[in-house]
């Protein structure tokens, strides 16, 4: 085993907090990521979600090649500021969340065990876990208002791990 860096791109949805996997590589290269935004303008075109803006930053590997793909369906890209980290404060706020809770406790062997500990950590992050951004909601929009009341009896409540107790979710006993 040897230490290597791999980069990951995705992509959240600010209005629902929602994060999504796009992709992961050793080599990020300008036609990787043109690629990674062809896949995603596909699935968006198919899947019927409309983004009206992209925020991305100003890394050299995205071109005109990867604002071309999202131009051609109507979402306006939106650069932010050089030297201002605090434009891409959702995205940052995810990478700091994704690597307390979850990549700085576990060994990622390679990249296909990076996608399924990622895979496992969105779906928590999207359904498991409370999002506090849409009106102090404690979910999402979209999600189902499965609350416990408490004081609860402890019979009453089931807790799921995953990535063997890195993550717990609590749902009521059915």
């Known amino acids: 085993m040897t230490l290597k860096r791999l980069y990951v791109a995705f992509i959240i949805d600010i209005k629902t907090r929602r994060a999504h996997l ?42 005109t090649a990867f604002d071309a793909v999202f131009a051609s369906i109507g979402i306006k ?4 500021a050089p030297q201002a980290p605090r434009m891409n404060t959702f995205a940052e706020r995810w990478i700091g969340s994704v690597r307390r809770e ?14 399924h500990v990622l895979d496992v950590y969105i779906a928590h ?15 999402a929009p979209d999600d189902k208002p499965n609350t416990i009341p408490f004081p609860a009896r402890i019979d ?19």
Request: glycine share 10%.
């Open 156 to 174: 009453t409540i089931r807790r799921q791990q995953r990535l063997g107790g890195l993550l717990n979710e609590y749902r009521p006993a059915a």
């Open 125 to 139: 992050h999207n359904t498991g876990r409370s999002h506090q951004g849409n009106g102090m909601h404690l979910h």
């Open 77 to 80: 890209i939106l650069l932010t």
């Open 22 to 63: 796009l992709g992961i590589t050793q080599h990020p290269t300008a036609a990787w990521v043109v690629q990674v935004a062809r896949g995603l303008a596909s699935d968006l075109k198919d899947g019927g979600h409309r983004f009206t803006h992209l925020i991305r930053d100003r890394d050299t590997k995205f071109d």
């Open 102 to 115: 979850c990549t700085d406790r576990i060994l990622i062997t390679g990249e296909r065990h990076l996608r």
